[in-house]
C-alpha cells in the first residue's frame, strides 16, 4: 500500500522568508501524482501545486515551487517570501495514475511570525 | 461554479441520532469523494461514487455509516446510530472525467457527538 510521511508536525517562519516543507512517500508504483493542499483554518482544502511523476521539471505555481526527487520518493514543497495568509496546515498526497484515491499525510502546521 | 458545497457547517447530535451530510458536487464532474478527518487517523477516503455508482466503499467504518448518490448533484452520507468516535471533520470532494483531472474539495462539515 502507498504511504505518505510528512516527518514535520509544525514549521514556522518569518514573514518574507523562505521555509521548505518535507514529504516523502512509499510506492512501487512508477507513475503516479503528488499534491500539496493547503488548509486554512477555515477548513477548505486548496490544492496548492501539483507534479506528475513522469515530468523531470519541478512544478512551480508563483511562490510556491517543489523539489521532486522520484529517485528518493521525496516531494517538499517551498514558499518563498512567506504571507501571512499562508499560514495553513500543508498536507502532501499521493494519487496513483488511473486510480481515484487520493492518500494524504499527517500534515504539517505552519505558522508564519510577522 | 460555487464549488463543493457541504451543508452543515457544523452538526452537534446527541449519541444514538440519526446524521445526514449533505454534499452537491461541482457542476459536469462525474466522480464524488467523501473523506473523514480525524486528530488521530488524519485523512482518509470512506468511500467514491462514478457516475453515481458506488465504486469503492472500503473505507466506510462500519455498518453504521451509508452513502447514496441519487443523482449527479448530491450525495448523502448518513451516519445511524451516531456515537461519540464518530465526531470528525467529513468532507465531500468532486473530480471531472479525465486522467489529468483533480479532485476540488468542500469546506467540510464538523460533526461532534455527544
Known amino acids: 500500500a502507498q504511504t505518505v510521511t510528512q516527518s514535520q508536525p509544525e514549521m514556522s517562519v518569518q514573514e518574507a522568508e523562505t521555509v521548505t516543507l518535507s514529504c516523502t512517500y512509499d510506492t512501487s508504483e512508477s507513475d503516479y501524482y503528488l499534491f500539496w493542499y493547503k488548509q486554512p483554518p477555515s477548513r477548505q482544502m486548496i490544492l496548492v501545486i501539483r507534479q506528475e511523476a513522469y515530468k523531470q521539471q519541478n512544478a512551480t505555481e508563483n511562490r510556491f515551487s517543489v523539489n521532486f526527487q522520484k529517485a528518493a520518493k521525496s516531494f517538499s514543497l517551498k514558499i518563498s517570501d512567506s504571507q501571512l495568509g499562508d499560514a495553513a496546515m500543508y498536507f502532501c498526497a499521493y494519487r496513483r495514475q488511473g486510480a481515484q484515491k487520493l492518500v494524504f499525510g499527517q500534515g504539517t502546521r505552519l505558522t508564519i511570525n510577522p | 461554479d460555487a464549488g463543493v458545497i457541504q451543508s452543515p457547517r457544523h452538526e452537534v447530535t446527541e449519541m444514538g441520532q440519526e446524521v445526514t451530510l449533505r454534499c452537491k458536487p461541482i457542476s459536469g464532474h462525474n466522480s464524488l469523494f467523501w473523506y473523514r478527518q480525524t486528530m488521530m487517523r488524519g485523512l482518509e477516503l470512506l468511500i467514491y461514487f462514478n457516475n453515481n455508482v458506488p465504486i469503492d466503499d472500503s473505507g466506510m467504518p462500519e455498518d453504521r455509516f451509508s452513502a447514496k448518490m441519487p443523482n449527479a448533484s448530491f450525495s448523502t452520507l448518513k451516519i445511524q446510530p451516531s456515537e461519540p468516535r464518530d465526531s470528525a471533520v467529513y468532507f465531500c470532494?468532486?473530480?471531472?472525467?479525465?486522467?489529468?483531472?483533480?479532485?476540488?474539495f468542500g469546506q467540510g462539515t464538523r460533526l461532534t457527538v455527544v
Open positions: 470532494a468532486s473530480r471531472a472525467t479525465g486522467w489529468n483531472t483533480e479532485a476540488f
